[in-house]
T-cell receptor, first 116, second 116 residues
Framework: AQSVTQLGSHVSVSEGALVLLRCNYSSSVPPYLFWYVQYPNQGLQLLLK??????LVKGINGFEAEFKKSETSFHLTKPSAHMSDAAEYFC??????????????FGKGTSLLVTP | NAGVTQTPKFRILKIGQSMTLQCTQD?????MYWYRQDPGMGLKLIYYSVGAGITDKGEVPNGYNVSRSTTEDFPLRLELAAPSQTSVYFC???????????????FGNGTRLTVT
């Protein structure tokens, strides 16, 4: 089964600084990749998803992610952090062969703290 | 549209009690999923369904059961609650998926369950 690894369970940045959240996937074929955000006591919201049409994917709230096959990475970035970006971020992957009904396999999450 | 609705939001159970977590979606999605979320562990797939009358086990199915009699509803049953089932449970749905379709999952707001 496909899996993802998120490097860093906690990331702290200053307001206005670059946000970089790392995600590496394990796959020998092009996977389906997603980033989700979870605010406290809420469900998960889709930030962006990878389609084979473009390696640089733009999402909501100014986030984007770049698919790098050579590095098996799909890191999430945002040029300038806002206080409202503080949340838990999850990278996820699903098997294009349909195993587990195309369910998403999630990384363990990265908690983003934004300081004034 | 309401999206994915989960009830109840919170519940405390005693060891050995039973309960059903309700999940309903109004998007006519065929694919539905149950996940549990534990701190620092990401989300783990419990059960999934690819359509009415069809269900299958995910990564952590022990102690749970599901049914899917309609497209809209996908309840999760805990028969003999154990402390290890203390968790936050999320239901998700997605439209028809396939090898060339990476539709995202839509999540409910979760049920926070404590077993004591």
């Amino acid at each position: 089964a496909q899996s993802v690894t998120q490097l860093g369970s906690h990331v702290s940045v200053s307001e206005g600084a670059l946000v970089l959240l790392r995600c590496n996937y394990s796959s020998s074929v092009p996977p389906y990749l997603f980033w989700y955000v979870q605010y406290p006591n809420q469900g998960l919201q889709l930030l962006l998803k990878y389609t084979s049409a473009a390696t640089l994917v733009k999402g909501i709230n100014g986030f984007e992610a770049e698919f790098k096959k050579s590095e098996t990475s799909f890191h999430l970035t945002k040029p300038s952090a806002h206080m409202s970006d503080a949340a838990e971020y999850f990278c996820a992957v699903s098997d294009p062969d349909g195993s587990s009904g195309y369910a998403l396999n999630f990384g363990k999450g990265t908690s983003l703290l934004v300081t004034p | 549209n309401a999206g994915v609705t989960q009830t109840p939001k919170f519940r405390i159970l005693k060891i050995g009690q039973s309960m059903t977590l309700q999940c309903t979606q109004d998007m006519n999605h065929n694919y539905m999923y149950w996940y549990r979320q534990d701190p620092g562990m990401g989300l783990k797939l419990i059960y999934y369904s690819v359509g009415a009358g069809i269900t299958d086990k995910g990564e952590v199915p022990n102690g749970y059961n599901v049914s899917r009699s309609t497209t809209e509803d996908f309840p999760l049953r805990l028969e003999l609650a154990a402390p290890s089932q203390t968790s936050v449970y999320f239901c998700a749905s997605s439209r028809l998926r396939g090898p060339a379709d990476n539709s995202p999952l839509h999540f409910g707001n979760g049920t926070r369950l404590t077993v004591t």
